[in-house]
């Protein structure tokens, strides 16, 4: 065995060697240089990138109607993502713009999203209240909607909004260049319990 695996390491070597003769040949006859036969890696994809490009925050029939190897990947992933509570990135709140994705199991396991507020740069644990929120967003030039729970800290403090102001939200799949959401029916629903407690957020009438 030990003969084998040396006799195809050699053969390895002889074939390296016949390539670079080859390739020092043609430069010598045609000209150029070694770096024109080196592969350009500008192109190259990984695993992450195909998931981000083909992502669909909740995938229906027709997305599944043509199915590639790159979307089969995406659908793979989203499989395994837990879609009972979300995670929000309020960061851009200013701009009148929201972020939601699902959660994964780490988060699920350790309670964030649920236990703990599904702001994904708090942790508060107190004085939580889960929320429906009708999520508008843009994914693949088209305009979707999806209602979806959020568990906030009132400890927190909310962001005020104004009546009829309208949320835009991005998906973790938009590209920065991408219009803001739909201008219809993104609101804050309210709380899915004690809905008599006064909140600052903006309900659906």
């Known amino acids: ?8 390491i050699l ?3 002889i074939q390296y060697e016949r390539h670079k003769k080859f390739v020092n040949d043609y430069i010598l006859y045609y000209g ?3 770096e024109d036969f080196r592969r350009s890696g500008a192109n190259d994809k990984t695993d992450l990138d195909v998931i981000r490009e083909n992502h669909r925050f909740l995938w229906n029939e027709d997305d599944e109607a043509d199915m590639n190897w790159e979307k089969r990947l995406a659908k ?4 395994k993502l837990f879609k009972e509570y979300c995670i929000a990135d309020l960061s851009r709140y200013k701009e009148n713009k929201f972020g939601f994705r699902w959660r994964h199991e780490k988060e699920v396991i350790s309670g964030k999203g649920q236990f703990s507020c599904g702001n994904k740069h708090c942790d508060e644990e107190e004085g939580l ?3 429906e929120v009708n999520f508008g967003y843009v994914e693949h030039g088209e305009k979707r909607n999806a209602l ?9 403090g909310y962001i005020n909004l ?3 102001d309208t949320l ?3 998906t973790d799949s938009d590209n920065s260049d991408v219009q803001d959401g739909p201008s219809d029916a993104d609101f804050w629903k309210g709380p899915l319990q004690e809905t008599d407690e006064k909140s600052r957020l903006v309900h659906h009438s």
């Not at 065995?1 to 195809?8: D, M, N, T």
């Open 1 to 8: 065995l030990v003969k084998l695996f040396s006799l195809i």
């Open 11 to 13: 053969n390895c070597f």
């Open 32 to 34: 150029g240089k070694k």
């Open 76 to 79: 793979k992933y989203y499989d």
């Open 129 to 131: 209240k889960s929320w």
């Open 148 to 156: 979806v729970k959020l568990s906030k800290s009132i400890l927190q």
């Open 162 to 164: 104004k009546e009829n």
């Open 168 to 170: 835009n939200f991005l």
